[in-house]
């Protein structure tokens, strides 16, 4: 809200009705200017008012209703105002020195003002929502991690349920990362894709297990086939908790690599906080891009 002229001011205003404006056309065009409604000037006819008496009346009814909006705009308007409108039939001088003693008396445009005061009030709903919005990121993150470890000591459910709740789970972690994705889908030759996510200008499919030993050249053949098929902007992220077979990393590492490797450490750093998962990212795609290396290990940028 607004914030109320003193009495003093609403009296300069007064004072400046007549001292700014001869002309009755240009006295309108100013109260319309500042967004009094023609229909609240009629009531006070120019056969039963002068423009001092015309502007108190107004004031008064405006300040009775509460409106200290448009008191603040009516205020602004000779806030603005650098001399009288009607400068060869009034005292130019003399108007002049009271639109400087009303600036005096109200410090700053009250329009401007109240812009900025919003301005402010804005920033700081802003500021505190995106405080709110990290701490519930930071708590679900502390929640998908609580519920990685489980999965890590769980001993009632099968390696195909635990592969299953590590995909689920990773995709939460894209979600919350901020990354496009899609989930669990069939292609039209009905092949299991696990999902997918875009990073920069590739799109990536995904595989996810949870399997008791790494995982093994078979299983990688089988997701490069799926990757092989698909456009030349398409890679492959396999993760894999208990991390991969050494034969099949240098399998498919070197030459035109196009799979991307997690494992389970890699994610807990991811989880615990310690490395964001887009810095995860950019440091996998580089060392792929640059030394055709498909199994970079997070903890060499883990803090």
């Given amino acids: 809200m607004a914030k109320k002229l003193s009495f003093e001011a609403k009296e300069k205003i007064v004072e400046l009705a007549g001292a700014c404006f001869w002309y009755w056309n240009g006295y309108y065009s100013f109260l319309d200017s500042c967004g009094v409604p023609q229909s609240f000037q009629r009531k006070y006819p120019r056969e039963a008012y002068n423009k001092y008496t015309m502007m108190r009346a107004i004031l008064e009814d405006l300040d009775r209703a509460g409106n200290v909006e448009l008191i603040g705009a009516i205020a602004s308007g000779f806030y603005r105002l650098k001399g009288p ?18 600036r005096e008396t109200i410090g700053d445009d009250p329009i ?57 789970l990773f995709f939460q972690l894209l979600h919350l990362s901020e990354f496009e994705h899609t989930k669990p ?85 991811v989880l615990s906080g310690r490395v964001l998962f887009v810095d995860a990212m950019k440091a996998k795609v580089d060392a792929i891009v640059r030394l055709g290396n498909i199994l970079y290990p997070v903890r060499q940028i883990a803090t």
């Fill in 185 to 269: 889908f069939r292609t039209q030759g009905k092949e299991q894709i696990d999902g997918h996510f875009r990073y920069e200008k590739f799109d990536y499919l995904v595989e996810a297990k949870w399997t008791q030993e790494p995982t093994k050249q078979p299983d990688l053949s089988i997701f490069d086939g799926k990757i092989r098929g698909k456009a030349q902007s398409t890679r492959g992220f396999f993760v894999s908790a208990n991390g991969f077979d050494g034969t099949a990393v240098q399998k498919y590492s070197g030459d035109s690599p196009r799979i991307i490797l997690m494992t389970g450490e890699d994610i807990a750093l």
């Fill in 112 to 168: 401007e003002a109240e812009i900025k005061k919003r301005d402010q009030e804005r920033a700081k709903v802003a500021y505190e929502q995106s405080i709110a919005d990290r701490r519930a990121q930071i708590k679900r993150m502390e929640d998908l991690n609580a519920e990685f470890l489980c999965l890590t000591t769980a001993k009632d459910i099968t390696p195909q349920q635990r592969g299953f709740r590590l995909e689920t």
């Fill in 85 to 102: 409108i009607d400068r060869d039939q009034l005292d130019e001088k003399k108007a002049k020195r009271l639109l400087a003693e009303f």
